[in-house]
């Protein structure tokens, strides 16, 4: 007879997990996993160059830089990136193309010397030595445009598309003026004691700053003065040691700097001096200026390494160097980007300059874009370059 042991209890398995449980499991793992690879993709596309390759061969897939940007100029032409697109003023006036070579608008005007300053949403219009000053947004719509009461000597753009134009005065040495974005008059000083060569605005309207050509006892005292845009009085000044100061520009809300003809100096708007990079027997061929630093290229007429690619910080030490092969033409910066223009072609360099595209051809001025693509302008045409 078979016998059962009744102590002995057979386990019981475990209910299967619910299918259901489980699948959304995997959904907020998965939804996890796609907000960590979006946030990667954005902080490696939008602060860094990494992946510049792969959004620009999605951007520009199926163009290859053949469309030309054709003009017409008259006596001196003057040419700025407006956001990707291109703006070309000459005597007859400006007018704003897109990198396929449409027509955005155009503003007639009479510029004996054009001069553009361009942003991401504006740029605005002013004719050195004459009367005209405007700006101009993105879709070529004249935000505001005006005439000053003197000849002109420098103006500025902010990031928000206010501008100061600095101009002769009847009743004194030099006045400037500040507008916000839409034109309306929000200051405005006038120098008694001293002339007045450059202005610059810091990015929110709020810091304004003038390059002063004077004399101080018996010496020649060139310097820069700042005010705040709501108040009268000055805030602060300094001077550079008698060298003549050609550009002002504000390089952030707090920090600006002074491209001099013995060094390029940077100060704050306490008017203390941050530091300075000493030109020494260098020669200045040209700069431009980046989101918090500068770039310089500079002659040192020595054998091998004559030309000299510098980048700047704010405290006037050297970020980055190169030295350039060939002779320089132009230069220009956009974001993380630089491009020199030579007698040979084109060279596209990061901010640490590192060279990341090249390509022989004549041209007159090279605009790189904040995507690592440059526009390339000849005579009377324009054309995009995609690395």
């Known amino acids: ?64 830089g053949s469309e030309k940007i054709t003009f017409e100029t008259y006596g001196t032409t003057a040419y700025a990136l407006v956001g990707d697109d291109l703006a070309v003023a000459s005597r007859s006036g400006v007018t704003l193309f897109s990198d396929s070579g449409e027509t955005i608008g155009h503003q007639q005007a009479e510029l004996s010397a054009p001069a553009l300053l361009g942003g991401q949403d504006a740029v605005l219009i002013y ?151 000493s030109l020494e027997s260098a020669d200045l061929l040209g700069y431009a200026f980046g989101d918090g630093f500068v770039t310089v290229m500079v002659d040192r007429h020595e054998a091998g390494s004559r030309y000299q690619l510098l980048t700047l910080s704010t405290d006037g030490t050297v970020r980055a160097s190169s030295t350039l092969q060939e002779t320089p033409v132009h230069l220009s910066v956009a974001g993380e980007y630089l491009s020199v223009l030579t007698a040979q072609g084109l060279h596209i360099y990061d901010s640490a300059l590192a060279q990341k595209s090249s390509r022989e051809g004549n041209w007159t001025k090279a605009f790189v874009r904040r995507d690592g693509t440059a526009i390339l302008v000849a005579v009377d045409e324009a054309e995009v370059y995609i690395p």
């Open 127 to 277: 004719d050195v030595g004459g009367s005209f000053y405007g700006v101009m947004d993105t879709n070529g719509k004249m935000r505001f445009q005006g005439a000053s009461s003197g000849r002109i000597y420098d103006a500025d753009l902010t990031e928000a598309g206010g501008a100061a134009v600095l101009s002769s005065a009847s009743d004194a040495r030099a006045v400037v003026e500040v507008f916000d974005k839409n034109g309306t008059l929000l200051y405005r000083r006038t120098s008694k004691t001293s002339y007045l060569n450059a202005c610059a605005l810091s990015p929110d309207g709020g810091w304004l700053a003038v390059a002063t050509l004077g004399q101080e006892d018996i010496s020649f005292a060139p310097g820069a003065k700042l005010y705040r845009t709501n108040a009268e009085e000055e805030q602060a000044s300094l001077s550079f040691g008698g060298q003549t100061i050609f550009d002002l520009k504000f390089l952030g809300n707090g920090t600006a700097c002074a491209v001099g003809s013995r060094s390029i100096s940077f100060f704050d708007t306490a008017g203390s001096l941050l530091g300075e990079y």
């Open 1 to 64: 007879m078979q016998e059962f042991n009744s102590d002995f209890i057979r386990p019981v398995p475990d209910e299967p997990e619910k299918p259901k449980k489980r699948r959304r499991r995997w959904l907020i793992f998965l939804g996890i996993f796609l907000v960590v690879l979006a946030g990667l993709f954005w902080y490696l596309s939008s602060q860094t160059t990494l992946l510049d390759g792969v959004v620009r061969s999605l951007r520009y897939m199926g163009k290859d």
